[in-house]
C-alpha cells in the first residue's frame, strides 16, 4: 500500500476526511471507505508534512485555524447534547446504584468527574453548573467563528460538498469532481473564485 505524497496528489474529499476524524486511511492510495485495512507506518508524519504544505500554500494561518474552529464546535455540541440527555436522566429517573454508576462512567468519558463522595445531590448540581459553562463555550466559539467568517462566503458553507457547487457556480463549470480535484488544484480554483467575486464587486460597485 502507497501513501499519498503532498498535496499534489491528495484529493480533496480524502484531505477533508482525515483533517475532521484524523482516520488515516484516507491517505492510503486507492482506499474505498469500505474495506478493512492496516494504515502503513509514517501516516501521521506523512499526514503532518500535508497540513503543513497546505497552511504554506495557502499562505494564511486564519483558514487553518477556522477548519480547528469548526471541529472543536462540533465536539462541544455534541458533548453538550449527550451529557444534557445523561443528566437529564440522573436526574428524572429512580437508579440503582449499578445503573447509576454507569451513567458516572459515560459522564467521565465526556470531561464531567463525579466524585462519589460527595452527596449525589451536590454533585448533580456541579455537573449542571459544568453543563452551563459548556454552553457558554459553544456559544463563544460560534461567536468566534462567526466573527472570522463574515467576510468570506464561500468559508461561510459547511459542507465541502456545498463549496464545490458554489465553485463551480462561480467558475461557470458543470461540477467539481472532488475525488479527482487534488488539494492544490482545490485551493488554487478557491483563489481564483475569490478574485472573481471580488472582481464582480469592483464592476457592480461595491
Not at 469500505?34 to 503543513?52: C, L
Not at 471541529?71 to 449499578?98: C, F, K, P, T
Not at 468566534?144 to 467568517?149: I, N, S, V
Request: charged share 30%.
Amino acid at each position: 500500500m502507497y501513501l499519498y505524497k503532498n498535496c499534489s496528489d491528495l484529493p480533496i474529499s480524502n484531505f477533508d476526511i482525515i483533517y475532521k476524524t484524523n482516520d488515516f486511511k484516507y491517505l492510503v492510495v486507492g482506499y474505498n471507505g469500505y474495506d478493512e485495512i492496516e494504515v502503513p507506518k509514517g501516516a501521521e508524519e506523512r499526514w503532518n508534512a500535508i497540513k503543513e504544505q497546505w497552511i504554506e500554500v495557502l499562505g494564511d494561518n486564519t483558514v487553518a485555524y477556522k477548519y480547528q474552529l469548526v471541529l472543536e464546535i462540533n465536539y462541544l455540541q455534541a458533548r453538550y447534547n449527550i451529557v444534557q440527555q445523561i443528566l437529564g436522566l440522573m436526574l428524572e429517573l429512580i437508579m440503582d446504584d449499578e445503573t447509576f454508576d454507569q451513567y458516572i462512567n459515560m459522564l467521565k468519558g465526556w470531561g464531567y468527574n463525579y466524585n462519589k463522595e460527595n452527596k449525589r445531590s451536590d454533585e448533580l448540581l456541579k455537573m449542571i453548573r459544568q453543563h452551563k459553562v459548556s454552553e457558554n463555550k459553544i456559544n463563544n466559539k460560534l461567536a468566534e467563528y462567526k466573527t472570522l467568517t463574515k467576510d468570506d462566503n464561500l468559508d461561510e458553507i459547511e459542507t465541502l460538498e456545498k463549496q464545490a457547487v458554489v465553485l463551480a457556480q462561480v467558475l461557470g463549470r458543470n461540477n467539481i469532481n472532488l475525488k479527482e480535484t487534488s488539494v492544490l488544484e482545490w485551493l488554487e480554483l478557491t483563489k481564483l473564485a475569490k478574485e472573481i467575486n471580488k472582481q464582480r464587486e469592483k464592476a457592480n460597485g461595491k
